[in-house]
């Protein structure tokens, strides 16, 4: 066999100090190994350096010549030549040169690490340089050990301003795309340099419920629905069931299977159009996705169907006596929702049934509806019907038969209600309770007095009974004084043979009241809706119990509705203030506040805060202007406030206060005056929309706007435009916008000394029928032309300073001091 090679060496490209082989072989058995350089700028043909010379080697056969270098160096870059010779040759035999291109190492500013994601999700694979590249390559590798096969995915430029970005998006993960991804980088034509491998983990997602039905109880032969929503699109939904009435081994059944449904496919529901007692158990929903072959389950859901009420405990004829105790039962064989007790006179069996009582049922199972009178009474003889009501707004099942309550006469007399302490102060009402389960003869109070409790009693009233049955004994004080202080005792004389019965008597405390006085009180406020608030009301001396009550300023509706009652607050109990977060429309109105004393009943009320709200109102007007003037615009608080602000807004990015006055702006806040001017050399972008806003700690308490125009072209207004320029070049004056922002009365007293100060806003009713002349909708904003008339210079109202800025189109009316401007005609 002639000599030859079977490997020669290859064009590559490698970085600085990679190590790098480069592969030279023989077709057979060779002696002699010869690698010769020539540098890059002679070329292939330039002239030759020999580098190194050395014998064959190999494992079986010596017939490779193969190089490697373990740290490249830049000046090892040029044409590498392989020569071979064989036993018994005098000269090489050499192999094309090789191109070795070296270059330094290209790094990377960012990769992505590694990564795990669901399938269907998006991902960007970001992979950039330090340098500008030439070219990017994406390349692949499953995860498994047997697949170190790399496949090329993608070659492409870079993309971005300086060359530097590889980066590539994922628009929906595959299940297949699972593995290592590298990204490989190059400046030339040669190899690639690549990043480190960006493992990319893919797993199907898990079915998430959404929504499912709870353990449900339904009535035989209702509609019912079960509902089953999952979080993402599903495929196809599944419903089994299981009895529960089984042994623990019972199998679950299949008894649905069907494809998800609603807009987004996330409906698995089921309906029954009317139940059955057979499908009372255990219903699971479940779901799987398109690339499922599994489902996946919820929680199960008990389903008990209701065949009827049974009433299993039910009272029927009954005969007791008067003011004896007794039960009425009445239970049933499942939990109901609500119970219902109704009567009608025994002699009145047509009359309709009067409802007296309705309760949830208790027990531990809710079966439970029976009722207990501690003393029956007379008037309720009769016939008491049970009823119950399974769930919400269904109907009621009555029982039968009805219980009938039979009385007969009172075997003795016993206290229905009997006298308790009392507290009161003195002049003030009070009533001492005492009354009979049945009609007494005779009614007597005793008293002895609270210093001396083993005195003997003084009978001091005798009465008969009074009231329908004759069973009422109570006494009443119209006004209390102190000598009555002491303790009462309640005797019934009744059945049988004139019995007598006493009650333990009751303690009568009466006391000197102890005035509240107020010492702090808000009065008159005004804000704007939306901030917080809080209506002060302390007091001189200790309180136990505050009151607020709220009182709305239409004068038709002039009922109290008390808000709030709450133990006095403060170490010394004297702070009854209301606090309100956030300020609402719906608490303008009267707040009183009213305080009781410890032991007492009555509450002493303050005078009443008023609070009004206050609406900021804009008005709009419009200016003509000139590109080649400046422009100044002013606007004014009818009544200045010093601690209001003021600001120019010009939307979207225009704002202009005292501490930022952009380029090309002066502002100037007259805070004693109320005036706030903007001075500017319009330009294209400053047309449009300003607006004047007033705020006190950051609530708007009056605002207007303007629009901003160049000089129309509409030709009937040319010579209003001409008139306008003319004052300007003689009178050497700046055109000035004068608008004013709110014309309210403002005012804030503060009556008694009782009133902190008004804490923003105005105080004027906005109600008052006379704040306006005009109706505000009156408001004229067209603009007419009347041919031969020169432009008037307006008045300058009364109400404001002479030297305000004034307009030459437009005056406020001092006549009616509201935001009416008027043509120039």
Same mark, same amino acid.
């Given at each position: 066999q002639k000599l030859g090679f079977s490997e020669v060496p290859q064009n590559i490209s490698a970085a600085v100090g990679e190590s790098?082989?480069?592969k030279c072989t023989a077709n057979s058995v060779i002696k002699d190994c010869q690698w010769s350089w020539t540098s890059l700028e002679d070329g292939p043909n330039g002239t030759v350096t020999l580098v190194k010379e050395y014998p064959a080697f190999g494992?079986?056969?010596?017939?490779?010549?193969?190089?490697?270098?373990?740290?490249?160096l830049p000046q090892q870059e040029g044409y590498w030549t392989c020569g071979i010779r064989g036993p018994g040759d005098s000269s090489f035999i050499n192999s094309p040169p090789a191109k070795l291109l070296v270059h330094h190492r290209i790094e990377f500013s960012e990769v992505t690490k590694d990564t795990a994601l669901e399938v269907g999700q998006e991902l960007l694979l970001t992979c950039k340089t330090a340098e500008q590249v030439k070219q990017c390559q994406w390349t692949w590798r499953g995860l498994t050990a047997n697949t170190q096969t790399e496949l090329m995915v993608k070659t492409f430029p870079p993309f971005g301003n300086e060359s530097r970005d590889c980066s590539i998006r994922l628009s929906s993960v595959l299940i297949e795309q699972e593995g290592f991804w590298t990204c490989g980088v190059r400046n030339s034509e040669l190899n690639f340099t690549t990043a480190r491998p960006t493992k990319l983990s893919v797993h199907y997602p898990q079915v998430e419920f959404?929504?499912?039905p709870y353990d449900t109880e339904v009535t035989a032969g209702?509609?019912?629905?079960?509902?089953?929503?999952?979080?993402?699109?599903?495929?196809e939904c599944q419903w089994t069931w299981k009895s529960t009435s089984s042994a623990k081994k019972a199998t679950e059944v299949v008894m649905k299977q069907f494809p998800s449904f609603g807009n987004d496919s996330r409906d698995c529901s089921i309906r029954f159009d009317s139940v059955v007692s057979e499908q009372e158990g255990l219903w699971t929903c479940a779901a799987r996705f398109e690339w499922q072959n599994y489902f996946t389950a919820a929680h199960p859901v008990q389903l008990s169907i209701f065949t009827g009420v049974v009433f299993v405990? +039910?009272?029927q004829d009954i005969q007791i006596a008067i003011g004896e105790p007794v039960l009425l039962r009445c239970v049933t064989n499942t939990a109901v929702e609500l119970c219902q007790w109704s009567w009608q006179p025994l002699k009145g069996s047509n009359e309709t049934a009067v409802v007296v009582k309705q309760f949830p049922a208790f027990g531990e199972d809710g079966r439970d509806c029976s009722v207990r009178f501690k003393s029956v009474l007379e008037e309720q003889e009769g016939i008491w019907i049970c009823a119950v009501r399974l769930y919400a707004h269904s109907a009621f099942t009555i029982a039968s038969p009805p219980a009938t309550l039979t009385l007969l006469p009172a075997v003795r007399v016993k206290f229905l209600e009997r006298p308790e302490d009392v507290r009161v102060a003195v002049g003030d009402p009070a009533l001492l309770r005492c009354a009979a389960t049945t009609a007494v003869d005779d009614c007597q109070w005793t008293w002895r007095p609270l210093s001396?409790?083993?005195?003997?009693?003084? +009978?001091v009233k005798q009465f008969a009974a009074f009231g329908n049955y004759s069973r009422n004994c109570s006494i009443r004080f119209h006004s209390v004084r102190k000598e009555q202080e002491g303790l009462w005792g309640c005797t019934l004389i009744g059945p049988p043979n004139y019995t007598l019965l006493a009650a333990p008597p009751s303690k009568l405390t009466v006391y000197e009241p102890v005035p509240i006085n107020f010492v702090e009180l808000s009065q008159d406020i005004q804000m704007p809706p939306g901030g917080p608030l809080t209506v002060r009301c302390t007091t001189a001396s200790e309180v136990a119990e505050c009151k607020w009550t709220w009182q709305s300023l239409d004068e038709s509706n002039s009922t109290e509705v008390v808000v709030k009652q709450f133990p006095a607050l403060g170490n010394l109990s004297q702070d009854c203030s209301l606090h309100f977060d956030t300020v609402l429309t719906e608490h303008e109105g009267n707040w009183t506040c009213a305080a009781r004393n410890r032991g007492e009943t009555r509450f002493t009320s303050a005078p009443p805060a008023r609070l009004t709200l206050l609406q900021p109102e804009s008005v709009m007007v419009a200016l003509w202007s000139a590109p080649e003037h400046k422009v100044s615009l002013a606007c004014r608080l009818s009544s200045p406030r010093p601690t209001a602000v003021c600001q120019w807004n010009h939307p979207p990015h225009v704002t202009v206060t005292n501490q930022n006055q952009p380029q090309r702006f002066s502002m100037e806040y007259n805070a004693i005056l109320g005036i706030c001017t903007v001075v500017f050399g319009p330009e294209m972008d400053d047309l449009g929309q300003w607006s004047c806003i007033f705020t006190i700690d950051n609530w708007e308490i009056a605002s207007a706007s303007l629009v901003l125009l160049t000089t129309p072209p509409d030709e009937k207004l040319s010579w209003l435009v001409g008139v306008l320029a003319a004052m300007v070049l003689i009178l050497t004056a700046v055109l000035v916008a004068v608008f004013v922002c709110k014309c309210r009365k403002q005012k804030s007293e503060n009556k008694g000394g009782l009133g902190n100060p008004v804490l923003s806003g105005h105080s004027g009713d906005k109600r008052s029928p006379d704040r306006?002349?005009?109706?505000?909708t009156k408001i004229n904003f067209q603009f007419r032309e009347t041919a031969g008339r020169n432009v008037p210079t307006p008045d300058v109202p009364t109400t404001t300073p002479p030297h305000i800025y004034e307009r030459v189109d437009r005056y406020v009316s001092p006549a009616t001091c509201k935001s009416i401007y008027e043509n120039v005609e």
């Open positions: 790098l082989l480069l494992d079986e056969v010596t017939s490779d010549c193969s190089v490697r270098f373990s740290s490249l959404s929504e499912l209702k509609p019912l629905v079960l509902t089953c929503r999952t979080a993402q699109p599903v495929e405990q +039910l009272s001396e409790p083993n005195k003997t009693e003084v +009978l306006y002349t005009d109706s505000p």
